[in-house]
């Protein structure tokens, strides 16, 4: 006999409250194991790929790729014991028809197990009286073939599931690649973001009034506008700055990239000011420190999570690199290498985004010389690394071309004083000018 269960949206990060879905990896009529991937979501925090905690075989798809979706609303409809009665088989044009299914019955209320890899929190979804036999109603699914819905003033271009997250994350409109009917590519979506589409069709998102173009604020986007407006609005900011030579350090980046300790690793000026946090920290413990308004607490950490602000297709995140003061500088080369790629994949966890203790962004990667960086919500202070440029700079009374680059240290003023910053940020910059310092930290 089926035995009908529903899987809710689950919190894979603290304090998820939404997600949208990107994609559908199974369809009505499907069968499945434990702990099967079965879609993935884009949190506030990063795509991540759900898998189901029962086998069975799929018999709804409650929501539609591109929807936002609370955390506790059923997604899907799973049969865990068909009995000898395979689901219904989608249709000829790709819809499935819902099962057959028994009279209806009051809502049971099911405990659903937790998932993989995220914790052991109990999610209690109801499932809804079935309808009537008799009268299939046509489910909306996400199907690995090309699908397309009428819209109102439009339509929806066709093209599979993984070219919609591509043209999403590149942010390519599928409407001004193709005319209704056109199935769109890969590479499509691929030249339309290297370059101008020939004679593209207007997008339904641009009025050709006025010439704007709207796009909803969700996912990370949306998690960084209101994680940026309430650190903003709650620590009082104090920025500083500091122009650094830097040459000592460039000219030992160049010696120690022939070392055989470096060998296939990236050493980049970052791990260079990743290793000057962290040392820096120990002598300023406040910059590394929390402020709990709860418990109107200071709480200073003893190890540094250090966050590397990262520009991805879907927005800026920031992943941690966790306990940063235990790495060598080689391990922190690797470590931001690895970061980064994961990063601008999309691939990186929300376990990995949360729980930060200090943070640097690199705005010298854009040209740009520095700024005024906001802090990241939990965290007390973040360093901004500028561009190093060739700049004429004294030395002993001349004037050399020297290697050059500014720093702008932001902190929270109820946690760090301003003598406290400085020396901090006084810190960073003698470490860099001269790497030999380190060792009497």
Known sequence: MPQYKQFPLADTAEGLTEADILNWHVKPGDEVKVNQIVVEIETAKAAVELPIPWAGVITELHVEPGQTVEVGTPILTIDTDPGGAPAEAPSPNGVAAAPAAPAPAAPVEEEMKPLVGYGSKTVTAKRRARKDAGAPTPQPVAAPEPVAEPVKGGYVPLAKPPVRKLAKDLGVDLHALASEGQVITREDVQRAASG?????????????????????????????????????????????????????MMELREKLKKSPAFAGIKLTPLAFAAKAVCLAAKRTPDVNATWDEAAQEIVYKSYVHLGIAAATPRGLIVPKIRNAEQLSLPELAKALGELTDTAREGKTPPADMVNGTITITNVGVFGVDTGTPIINPGESAILAFGAIRDTPWVVDGEIKVRKVLQLALSFDHRVVDGQQG?????????????????FVF
Not at 422 to 438: I, K, R, Y
Request: glycine share 4%; proline share 10%.
């Open 196 to 248: 101008p589409v020939a004679s593209p069709a207007p997008a339904v998102s641009i009025s050709d009034a006025s010439g704007e173009r709207r796009v909803p604020i969700k996912g990370v986007r949306k998690a960084t506008a209101q994680a940026m407006v309430q650190s903003a609005y709650s620590a009082p900011h104090v920025t500083e700055f500091l122009t650094v030579d830097v040459t000592p």
């Open 422 to 438: 400085s020396q901090f940020l006084a810190d960073v910059g003698m470490l860099l000018a001269d790497p030999a310092s380190a």
